[in-house]
């Protein structure tokens, strides 16, 4: 059950990707997506206390830039090419 909650997620996260917009989820995916990624969130986050304070567009960056992290391989990505995911991101969102 949890393997198919996770394989719904990648599916959205990769919407998001095709899509180049948030826009492309409904309310109900985008808090699924924060749902499904909450306890990945805790690891990942230097400070979760802060990542549960975001606003949720923030939140939903956040997880994808994860999940291209874990997709290119989360050891062996430079700050400067995650600077760049996170332009690439930036560029994506669109919550007006």
């Given at each position: 059950?949890?393997?198919?909650?996770?394989?719904?997620?990648?599916?959205?996260?990769?919407?998001?990707?095709?899509?180049?917009?948030?826009?492309?989820?409904?309310?109900?995916?985008k808090h699924f997506l924060?749902?499904?990624?909450?306890?990945?969130?805790?690891?990942?986050?230097?400070?979760?206390?802060?990542?549960?304070?975001?606003?949720?567009?923030?939140?939903?960056?956040?997880?994808?830039?994860?999940?291209?992290?874990e997709y290119i391989g989360?050891?062996?990505?430079?700050?400067?090419?995650?600077?760049?995911?996170?332009?690439?991101?930036?560029?994506?969102?669109?919550?007006?």
């Amino acid at each position: 059950m949890e393997q198919e909650r996770r394989n719904e997620a990648e599916l959205l996260i990769k919407k998001v990707l095709k899509e180049k917009s948030f826009l492309a989820l409904t309310e109900n995916e985008k808090h699924f997506l924060i749902d499904v990624y909450n306890d990945e969130m805790k690891i990942a986050s230097d400070d979760y206390e802060n990542y549960q304070k975001l606003p949720e567009s923030q939140k939903l960056v956040n997880i994808v830039i994860l999940a291209l992290k874990e997709y290119i391989g989360s050891w062996h990505v430079s700050t400067k090419e995650m600077e760049d995911i996170s332009k690439y991101i930036e560029s994506i969102s669109n919550f007006e």
